[in-house]
């Protein structure tokens, strides 16, 4: 979400960036070309025993391949040190022993660094842990601080951005959010309707062009195409294996309907024997051009379905499983929300036949550049 952003700040003459790619993070920004420092490079004199735990609880991890080893140790050492020198030790080890790895906030290593690089302005999405750290810290320095809210998960709302003085600003994707985020207590000028930056390519030009393409090529010119966007959660696979069923029967009565089944990143599931009329796409296919050659989305919870919705295609939510609470897309007027997967048939022929969700999202296209304005305001530019 933050790479379009960086993308246009790097585009302007008169800023100097730092990027903390952490972790994960650091293999999407060197794909795109951003310098930044990771974990590793946070690392002072001094921190020889908060390598130690790292080291000890690096062993109890697979190795990753878009993680280096030197990364991990430090992200882990760092932030349990900081949670012992926090809570104690005892403290530290029952946090941990709870939540695992959600128990870290590393302040002391947010503040020492802030320190070390005096920044103007401090921006971060609202995940938790070392984002959060960062946020907090700089209201702690004094810094103004721009958090970017992907969606509208009420646990993020409770935890940190609805509270007050939760950075000064907060970039949300929709005017539902913000009234949403309102009710928190969060005052009307500190949130700003910018849309979602990692929407904006969404806006491709030739993007229709792209779809009929596709439809073409895939034969489904004449027909109805929906979408299922997959998601990962282990407590949930039976439902989707339920789901998928729902459809693949749907699919004998609707002979003019084919199903794509977009798999998450993560997702392992080996699909065989496929029936007629369903096509895998996998994270080769460009997600753009698959959603805009789609006539509806359906999704639990994925991210897939929201962006579905920024491009004007109806999407339904299945709110069962784990994660359906968390993900209100149906309770903000995003989509038609059903709790009974035998109700699928009727819904999607309503989205076939003219739904229009009664709240509305930013033409996709200038989420970044409106974001960067946010930056520019609080620095004064």
Same mark, same amino acid.
């Given at each position: 979400?933050?790479?379009?952003?960086?993308?246009?700040?790097?585009?302007?003459?008169?800023?100097?960036?730092?990027?903390?790619?952490?972790?994960?993070?650091?293999?999407?920004?060197?794909?795109?070309?951003?310098? $930044?420092?990771?974990? !590793? $490079?946070?690392?002072?004199?001094?921190? +020889?025993?908060?390598?130690?735990?790292?080291?000890?609880?690096?062993?109890?991890? +697979?190795?990753?391949?878009?993680?280096?080893?030197?990364?991990?140790?430090?992200?882990?050492?760092?932030?349990y040190q900081d949670l012992i020198d926090r809570l104690g030790k005892r403290e530290a080890e029952n946090q941990f022993k709870l939540h695992g790895r959600r128990a870290f906030l590393p302040l002391s290593v947010m503040e020492r660094t802030f320190r070390k690089l005096q920044p103007d302005l401090v921006a971060a999405t609202n995940s938790p842990r070392s984002e959060k750290a960062a946020i907090l810290t700089a209201r702690?320095?004094?810094?103004?601080?721009?958090?970017?809210?992907?969606?509208?998960?009420? !646990?993020?709302?409770?935890?940190?951005?609805?509270?007050?003085?939760?950075?000064?600003?907060?970039?949300?994707?929709?005017?539902?959010?913000?009234?949403n985020l309102k009710s928190y207590g969060r005052h009307d000028d500190e949130i700003v309707v910018t849309g979602n930056p990692a929407f904006d390519d969404l806006a491709e030009p030739d993007l229709q062009l792209k779809a009929e393409t596709l439809r073409s090529q895939r034969g489904w010119a004449d027909g109805k195409v929906i979408l299922w966007a997959r998601q990962v959660n282990p407590n949930d696979w039976g439902l989707y294996e339920t789901v998928e069923s $729902?459809?693949?029967?749907?699919?004998?009565? $609707?002979?003019?309907?084919?199903?794509?089944?977009?798999?998450?990143?993560?997702?392992?599931?080996?699909?065989?024997?496929?029936?007629? !009329?369903?096509?895998?796409?996998?994270?080769?296919?460009?997600?753009?051009?698959?959603?805009?050659?789609?006539?509806?989305?359906?999704?639990?919870?994925?991210?897939?379905?929201?962006?579905?919705?920024?491009?004007?295609?109806?999407?339904?939510?299945?709110?069962?499983?784990?994660?359906?609470?968390?993900?209100?897309?149906?309770?903000?007027?995003?989509s038609i929300g059903i709790k009974d997967v035998n109700l699928l048939e009727a819904s999607i022929l309503k989205a076939l036949g003219g739904f229009k969700a009664s709240a509305t999202l930013p033409k996709p296209g200038g989420a970044a550049h409106a974001v960067v304005e946010v930056m520019r305001d609080l620095l004064g530019d």
């Open positions: 979400m933050l790479i379009p952003v960086l993308q246009e700040l790097r585009a302007k003459d008169d800023y100097e960036l730092v990027v903390l790619g952490l972790t994960t993070a650091s293999e999407k920004l060197q794909a795109a070309g951003i310098p $930044h420092i990771g974990y !590793r $490079h946070l690392v002072e004199e001094g921190d +020889e025993e908060a390598l130690k735990i790292g080291e000890n609880m690096a062993r109890e991890l +697979e190795p990753s391949d878009k993680v280096s080893r030197e990364e991990t140790v430090a992200y882990l050492g760092l932030s702690k320095m004094g810094i103004p601080a721009v958090c970017l809210m992907d969606l509208f998960d009420p !646990r993020e709302f409770e935890d940190r951005v609805g509270q007050p003085g939760y950075a000064d600003r907060i970039c949300v994707l929709s005017q539902a959010v913000k009234e $729902h459809f693949y029967d749907l699919l004998e009565q $609707h002979r003019d309907w084919h199903l794509v089944i977009r798999l998450h990143p993560n997702d392992l599931t080996r699909f065989e024997n496929l029936p007629p !009329r369903v096509t895998l796409s996998t994270q080769k296919d460009d997600l753009a051009t698959f959603l805009q050659a789609s006539d509806v989305v359906i999704t639990v919870n994925s991210t897939v379905g929201v962006q579905g919705v920024a491009i004007g295609k109806p999407l339904i939510t299945i709110e069962l499983g784990a994660a359906s609470p968390f993900t209100p897309y149906g309770d903000l007027g995003f």
